[in-house]
């Protein structure tokens, strides 16, 4: 079961730090990816990490502004988000899959979901 939390309201140009705790089992051996749905938009891609080494993933519209990490001792996996604007307003989801993903930036290839926090930035 995965938990996301962390969102809010803040100010265009401020911070957020968003967890994506597992509980139940070990958070190790997942990939883990964030995405983001806005009202009457599709659910889109917004971060990855991998299991396997680490590597991360961004797309073009929060790349420089966004980063992921894990810390598998609690697992949990981290999106900090900077220099937010008000594009940037959605809920966001955590989702997790086992091992590697060929492709993190389908939602379907992920198998576990949270429930969604809201993060509304204002201008």
């Known amino acids: 079961q995965l938990q996301a939390s962390g969102g809010g309201l803040v100010q265009a140009g401020g911070s957020l730090r968003l967890s994506c705790a597992a509980s139940?089992?070990?958070?190790?051996?997942?990939?883990v990816g964030w995405f983001r749905q806005a009202p009457g938009k599709e659910r889109e891609f917004v971060a990855a990490i991998s299991c396997r080494d680490g590597s991360t993933y961004f797309s073009d519209s929060v790349k420089g502004r966004f980063t992921i990490s894990r810390d598998n001792a609690m697992s949990t996996v981290y999106l900090q988000m900077s220099g937010l604007k008000p594009d940037d307003t959605a809920v966001y989801y955590c989702?997790?899959?086992?091992?590697?993903?060929?492709?993190?930036?389908?939602?379907?290839?992920?198998?576990?979901w949270g429930q969604g926090t809201q993060v509304t930035v204002s201008s």
């Open positions: 139940g089992r070990t958070f190790s051996g997942f990939s």
């Open positions: 989702a997790a899959e086992i091992g590697g993903i060929h492709n993190f930036t389908f939602p379907r290839n992920y198998n576990y």
